[in-house]
Structure formats: structure tokens, C-alpha cells
Nanobody
Framework: VQLQASGGGSVQPGGSLRLSCAAS????????IGWFRKAPGKEREGVAC????????YYADSVKGRFTISRDNAKNTEYLQMNSLKPEDTAVYYC????????????????WGQGTLVTVSS
């Protein structure tokens, strides 16, 4: 099982980015996928997840209304569309495979990809 996160970069406040999480060794309809982020000096935070069973989605309050998680089963890839980005969204973002519940806990996730850095700054 491997997860490959990509799509990070630098953007100005108010801008958008789309992160991708490509899965190999398993199909996405077998695991839920969650997105987490880790900023310097802060705890790892669950950002969003999507259930493998019914496609239910959950979001952290800090990103609700700005971020959207989605899945493309044909490409075996998950996406995190991030709009209206703020400086406080700056972090390394990780995708992980496991179980999607709210609150979004890293302890529910078994497989992790490497992170991709998102920097929001003017």
C-alpha cells in the first residue's frame, strides 16, 4: 500500500491549490482517505476525510466551507481542493488511508503518504 501526495506549493492569501493523493497497491473504495496537516509548533490536525462506504465527508471547522475532498475512482486518486487559503493554512499536508470518522483522528489511519508543503504568504 502506497500513497503519494502532491500539489503543494506557494500561494498568496485568498488563492487556491489542489492536492492529490494517488494510491497504489489497493483501491480507494477499500479504505477511507483522510488529509492531515502539520504546521511548525502545532499538533497534527485532521483536515478532511471521505468514507469508502458511502462517500460521506467530514471537515475540520477551520477549513469547512473552503476545502473540498473528492475521489476519482477511475484514477484511484483523492483530491483536496483548497480555496480562500489563509496564512494559517501553511503546513505540510499528508494523506492517509484508514477509517473516516469525526473528529478526524490520525489513530484511525493505517497507511500514510509523504507530505507536501503548502505555504500561504503574501
Amino acid at each position: 500500500v502506497q500513497l503519494q501526495a502532491s500539489g503543494g506549493g506557494s500561494v498568496q492569501p485568498g488563492g487556491s491549490l489542489r492536492l492529490s493523493c494517488a494510491a497504489s497497491g489497493f483501491t480507494l473504495d477499500y479504505y477511507a482517505i483522510g488529509w492531515f496537516r502539520k504546521a511548525p509548533g502545532k499538533e497534527r490536525e485532521g483536515v478532511a476525510c471521505i468514507s469508502s462506504s458511502d462517500g460521506s465527508t467530514y471537515y475540520a471547522d477551520s477549513v469547512k466551507g473552503r476545502f473540498t475532498i473528492s475521489r476519482d475512482n477511475a484514477k484511484n486518486t483523492e483530491y483536496l481542493q483548497m480555496n480562500s487559503l489563509k496564512p494559517e493554512d501553511t503546513a505540510v499536508y499528508y494523506c492517509a488511508a484508514g477509517n473516516c470518522f469525526y473528529p478526524i483522528s490520525p489513530y484511525e489511519y493505517e497507511y500514510w503518504g509523504q507530505g507536501t508543503l503548502v505555504t500561504v504568504s503574501s
